[in-house]
Structure formats: structure tokens, C-alpha cells
């Protein structure tokens, strides 16, 4: 396979659902594609993968894709078949811990099914994370710790990496860049605080392993739950370059039907490159259709593509502070033109140096 189209990761979408209602994510997920992923068809991609020469290079299977994949009831078997076929593979899932509750957690550590697990944990108290996810923190809490009981007597090293969105943040963020009020804020019926992930990191430090965990708060954020508001307003494409392209060229995003949706961005599964179920992976890494979606992307023909890349401006990350973000937009679009001078003229000054060097080895 051509190393433009060489892939190196597959993204899973063990289940569309999922039991938060976060207000920076879109509600409607996953197209017309069934709820949950099926066994056979997790089996169907990871054989390809492990007897394709084509697909070697992959070496990550993310399992939390558009959604929480502990929703789904077969989701411990996929991992299975994921491990069974590709056991050198990294297996990473994005979770909200609702439905990681501690039978699943005993048995991921012990059959050693994930290498590395990501959660949001969007407020300190009851009222600052339900105004975040509109779902409770009691069995996020639960669930969690058990996890990480479970890890420690295991003694395994599986991290866990937890991100916190602050209610303020994000409404000022969207509000700022965007004039408009976020899709999914409704206002709480308790003031909120401005900043509360000193309070978070404080009660979760003391349970993590802190070579191997993190807890950061998220200062940069996804728009695109706000595609429907923002595709009211007038867009100048030009400005803009497509934040997810270098994963769309190495990254497989597959829906629960077995579909190769265009990237992670687009949760309604709008773009399709092809049928998993009916067509090889690899026969679909190197297609046309595929190809030509990576270069329109390239040269950001965006209302032509259509789908999700109509509201390019909803992809990208987005600072509380616009110039942040137009900075960050701005250079995006001129690093490759850098890199490209830098490797050029590290060419020439080598070319140039190169006799002296000769000269030099022979004494001249």
C-alpha cells in the first residue's frame, strides 16, 4: 500500500449510545447505523488486519469512538477478538465510567483488554458535573474507583488519563468565537463556579498513580456540537484547514454497521468511504473514493465535500480567547509551507557543506 494511504490506526464505534447528554457533544449520533457493534463484525476487521500484509503497519484499535462503549453488551468480546487476532496491538477507550462498573473493570484488568483509558470528570460536586454531562457523578465516582482498586491489586499499568470541562469555560468559549449561545447549556438552577478543577484535582489526586495517571483541565475545545447553529452563519473557507486531516490519512473510523466513516468529527457517519461488511479494509484503504476525500480535504474544498466538513470552523479547537484560536488557525495552515522551506534549506546547507566536509576527511 502506498504510504499515503498506509493505515496505523482503527477506531471502533462499539455503540453510538450514550448515557450522558454532555453539552459539548452532539446528541444525535451514528447516522442510520445500529446502536451497538457486533462481535462478527470486530472479528471481520481484526482477521484483515492480522493476516493482510497491507494493514501491519496498524498497530492501535481506540474503542471509545462516538460513543460509550461499555453500552454495549457484547463490548467485553470485541475487545476479546481484538486481543485473540492482534495482541501486540494498543487498545485505548474513551469512557464516561457510567457503564464501567467493577465486574467489567475485573475483568478488563485481568484479561488485560485495554491499554490506556480516557474520561471526562466535568465538575467536583453533584451539581457542577450534571450541569456538564446531565448524568450523575455518584456512579462515574463508583465505578472509577473500583477501576482503580481493581488496577492495583492486578498491579497492572493501565493509565488513566482524565480531562475536566468546566461549565463557564465552554459557554464562554462558544460565545466568544461563535456570538451565540451553546446548542446544549441550559441554564442551572444552582450559580456555578468559575473555576472548580482545583477542587476536582484535589479529590482525585490522592487516588491516582501519579507516574502513571493525569488529570488535566481542558483549556481548548471541540465545537462540534454547535454544527446546526453555526451552518446559519457565513463562512470564509479559505481561512481554514482540516484539524483532523494527518488522522484521516492513517486512521480507519468504522460505525457499529461495519461503515468507514470520513473521521471522528463526524458523528452522524455523513461521509462514507465504503462497507467493511462487503469490501476489504485494505481494498478500501487505497480507493479512489477515499483517496479523493483526503485530497479535497487537502486543498479544502470543503463545501464540496459536504457533511460535516460544510462547518470546518466546528472541528478545529477553540481557545477562550479568538485570537488564541485564529492564531492556532493561522498556523495550521502555513506549518506545512515551513516545515517544507526548513527541509529544503536543510538540503542546500547540506549540498553546500558537503565538499568542505570532503576536504576536510581528505586533509584539504
Known amino acids: 500500500m502506498e504510504p499515503a494511504f498506509t493505515l496505523t490506526g482503527v477506531n ?43 494493514l501491519r503497519a496498524v498497530k492501535h484499535f481506540e474503542c471509545g469512538e462516538n460513543g460509550d462503549a461499555f453500552l454495549n453488551p457484547q463490548a467485553l468480546d470485541c475487545l476479546r477478538a481484538i486481543r485473540q487476532h492482534v495482541p501486540d496491538a494498543g487498545i485505548s477507550i474513551f469512557t464516561n465510567f457510567q457503564g464501567l462498573d467493577p465486574e467489567i473493570a475485573e475483568i478488563l484488568i485481568k484479561e488485560k483488554l485495554v491499554d ?28 472509577i474507583v473500583a477501576f482503580l482498586k481493581h488496577r492495583e491489586t492486578a498491579g497492572a499499568r493501565v493509565p488513566l488519563n482524565i480531562a475536566c470541562v468546566n461549565y463557564h469555560d465552554y459557554y464562554t468559549a462558544i460565545k466568544k468565537n461563535f456570538g451565540f449561545v451553546p446548542t446544549n ?52 473557507y479559505k481561512r481554514y484547514t482540516c484539524p483532523a486531516l494527518h488522522r484521516i490519512r492513517t486512521e480507519a473510523f468504522i460505525s457499529p454497521g461495519g461503515l468507514w466513516y470520513a473521521c471522528c468529527m ?39 465535500i459536504g457533511g460535516p466538513c460544510k462547518t470546518v470552523n466546528c472541528c478545529e479547537f ?41 576536504n576536510a576527511a581528505l586533509g584539504g
Open 12 to 54: 471502533l464505534s462499539l455503540s453510538t449510545a450514550c448515557s450522558a447528554k454532555c453539552i459539548f457533544c452532539p446528541i444525535q449520533r451514528g447516522g442510520g447505523s445500529p446502536r451497538h457493534m457486533s462481535v462478527d463484525i470486530v472479528r471481520n476487521i481484526v482477521e484483515q488486519v492480522q493476516r493482510e500484509p497491507a
Open 318 to 358: 477553540i481557545s477562550l480567547h479568538p485570537i488564541e484560536t485564529r492564531v492556532r488557525r493561522v498556523w495550521r495552515r502555513v506549518k506545512p509551507h515551513v516545515h517544507g522551506f526548513m527541509k529544503r534549506f536543510q538540503v542546500r546547507a547540506g549540498s553546500r557543506r558537503l565538499p568542505t566536509d570532503q
Open 116 to 143: 490506556r483509558l480516557w474520561c471526562n470528570i466535568d465538575g467536583h460536586d453533584e451539581t457542577h458535573y450534571r450541569a456538564v454531562k446531565n448524568a450523575g457523578l455518584e456512579r462515574a465516582r463508583k465505578n
Open 185 to 236: 447549556v441550559k441554564s442551572p438552577s444552582e450559580p456555578l463556579l468559575r473555576k472548580n478543577f482545583g477542587l476536582i484535582r484535589a479529590q482525585w489526586l490522592p487516588q491516582l498513580n501519579q507516574q502513571l495517571d493525569s488529570i488535566q483541565p481542558v483549556k481548548f475545545f471541540f465545537s462540534w456540537a454547535e454544527r446546526e447553529k453555526a451552518a446559519l452563519q457565513p463562512l470564509n
Open 266 to 304: 463526524d458523528a452522524a457517519c455523513e461521509l462514507i468511504i465504503g462497507d467493511t461488511t462487503r469490501t476489504p479494509l485494505a481494498e478500501l484503504a487505497k480507493s479512489p473514493r477515499r483517496a479523493g476525500l483526503i485530497n479535497m480535504l487537502a486543498a479544502r474544498k470543503f463545501q464540496e
